[in-house]
Nanobody, 125 residues
């Protein structure tokens, strides 16, 4: 029910912006966010943003480099990724849930309500 776009192959130090939009419904009042899963690793929290956009929360590994935002008029959430590193290589997933953004990093990802299919980001050195 969520569709991500914007992934691709970039070089270290480059920027990339991911987008996520619902398909078929509007997630009014929902927190939305991003997780990623690198090959052979568990899915990990990246960022989350409240419905109003007034509250954002980031994993320490991306803080200061990634920014999430949303445009509720367009029903779209974004993840701006700057200063990309090879360690950022992963499939990035968009998710939506009613949990507050501050809870997303400690909530097992399986408990979140809605997921996208993921978009691959590859950062070469």
């Amino acid at each position: 029910q969520l569709v991500e776009s914007g992934g691709g192959l970039v070089q270290a130090g480059d920027s990339l912006r991911l987008s996520c939009a619902p398909s078929g419904r509007t997630f009014s009042g929902y927190t939305m966010g991003w997780f990623r899963q690198a090959p052979g690793k568990e899915r990990e929290f990246v960022a989350a943003i409240s419905w109003s956009g007034g509250s954002t929360y980031y994993a320490n590994s991306v803080k200061g480099r990634f920014t999430t935002s949303r445009d509720n008029a367009k029903n779209t959430v974004y993840l701006q990724m700057n200063s990309l590193k090879p360690g950022d290589t992963a499939v990035y997933y968009c998710a939506a849930d009613l949990l507050p953004s501050s809870s997303w990093d400690t909530t097992p990802y399986r408990y979140l309500e809605v997921w996208g299919q993921g978009t691959l980001v590859t950062v070469s050195s």
